[in-house]
């Protein structure tokens, strides 16, 4: 089915090419690049908005800051707009997100061939143009669900930050107070809070 | 309720809000207007792009060759741009379109209280730029499936139209006149080709 996509739709420059179709998570990996992102949601490819500066500006600190303290402390690798194969519903139908930021421990990559299988030990998303109720309600849902051992979600607009741990398979709220949150997933990693205030704010 | 504890609000950049959501086909059908054409795929909210001027050119001569033509005769009703509810796809999760024109037979249609349940007579899909795949692959088949009696794929980039009908379970493509074809679902319908050939052009 990849294949007649590819034949009847690739040559259409421009357009969304595969919103909307079934496929299964090697089909969905090895589609050619239209331009937009696409997730895998239960196995219906579903294009996402691209991210405007403001909200890039947020997720381009935070893996920053993680990549700076990785340098020094090889605990594991930090990537950004990556395809992450969570497994696949009960249905056998495949989820694949693209979170903005996501961590994985060094044991844990070395059993990963070619691409991020299975949950990973962070994911960051940030909030943009009509992502909300995905980020915070879907994504919140499936990501405790697949075992991701901690959610950061950033509101740019709404100027908020929340850092969710999962504790016994279920995700916890855990409350900030001043400048720096503590990671437990990146250990001895404190994520200054400040400058991500700073991307918060408009140009 | 995947939708109920969050805020209705339209979103603050009035796009995309729903997209990627899993919901029910009654969640999906009550949510609230934002500016977006949703259509639910498997149990997951599609947003798909707005037709174009040229598309509703074409998708408008259909319509209102069909309309005419049931002043007259008093088969059904046409509609355009309706939520139709095919039912549950063999995957799971329900499958809600959102076909260019539809028509369905008085004694169907007066069953159907507040919506389309069930597959249409005839459907009627404008190929855009972008859903040839979705068009020509994903939604034949479940037109095909479902039992839609008649589906008319028109591809104005292409100066092409397909006309299927079902016969045994499975669409067969009719091949038109030059300038008409005669329609089975709309019993005694002749569509006139030409003035959906002039709407193919650019203005």
């Not at chain 1, 219906?44 to 800051?65: D, F, G, K, N, R």
């Not at chain 1, 405790?144 to 509101?155: H, M």
């Not at chain 2, 016969?167 to 067969?172: A, E, M």
Request: proline share 6%; glycine share 8%; hydrophobic share 40%.
């Amino acid at each position: 089915m990849a294949a007649d996509v590819l034949d009847t739709d690739v040559d259409e420059r421009g357009h969304p090419c595969f919103a909307g179709l079934r496929m299964g998570v090697v089909e969905f990996l090895e589609l050619p690049d239209d331009g937009f992102k696409y997730e895998l949601v239960d196995g219906v490819a579903v294009m996402s908005p691209s991210p405007l500066p403001a909200h890039q500006e947020v997720a381009v600190e935070v893996a920053y800051q993680i990549k700076a303290f990785l340098r020094s402390a090889r605990v594991g690798r930090v990537f950004t707009d990556i395809d992450v194969h969570l497994g696949a519903e009960s249905s056998g139908k495949d989820l694949v997100y693209k979170p903005d930021v996501v961590f994985v421990r060094e044991e844990r990559i070395a059993g990963m061939a070619e691409r991020i299988a299975g949950a990973p030990d962070l994911v960051v998303e940030v909030i943009s143009r009509g992502s909300r109720r995905m980020d915070t309600i879907t994504k919140r849902g499936d990501y405790e669900r697949f075992g991701v051992g901690e959610y950061w979600i950033f509101d740019p607009q709404r100027s908020a930050m929340t850092f969710l741990r999962l504790v016994d398979g279920r995700f916890a709220e855990v409350t900030v107070r001043g400048d720096e949150f503590r990671s437990e997933s990146i250990p001895a990693f404190v994520l200054d809070l400040i400058p991500i205030r700073e991307a918060f704010k408009p140009w | 309720m995947v939708v109920r504890d969050v805020e209705f609000a339209v979103d603050e950049h009035g796009q995309a809000q729903f997209s990627g959501m899993r919901m029910t086909v009654d969640e999906f059908l009550s949510l609230p207007d934002d500016g977006g054409k949703y259509e639910l795929v498997d149990g997951v909210v599609l947003m798909s792009p707005w037709p174009s001027p040229p598309h509703q050119k074409v998708a408008g001569e259909i319509f209102a060759q069909i309309k005419w033509f049931l002043r007259t005769h008093a088969l059904g009703e046409v509609f355009m741009e309706i939520d139709v509810h095919l039912g549950r796809s063999p995957a799971g999760g329900d499958l809600v379109y959102g076909p260019d024109v539809i028509f369905v037979r008085s004694e169907r249609v007066r069953s159907m209280h507040e919506r389309i349940v069930g597959p249409p007579d005839l459907v009627v899909e404008v190929v855009s730029p972008g859903s040839r795949g979705r068009d020509t692959i994903t939604k034949r088949g479940d037109y095909e499936r479902f039992g839609v009696g008649e589906y008319w794929i028109i591809d104005p980039a292409r100066d092409a139209m397909t006309f299927l009908r079902l016969q045994g379970g499975q669409f067969v493509e009719v091949n038109p006149n030059p300038d008409t074809f005669a329609s089975h679902a709309v019993a005694g319908f002749v569509l006139d080709l030409k003035p959906i050939r002039d709407a193919f052009k650019p203005w």
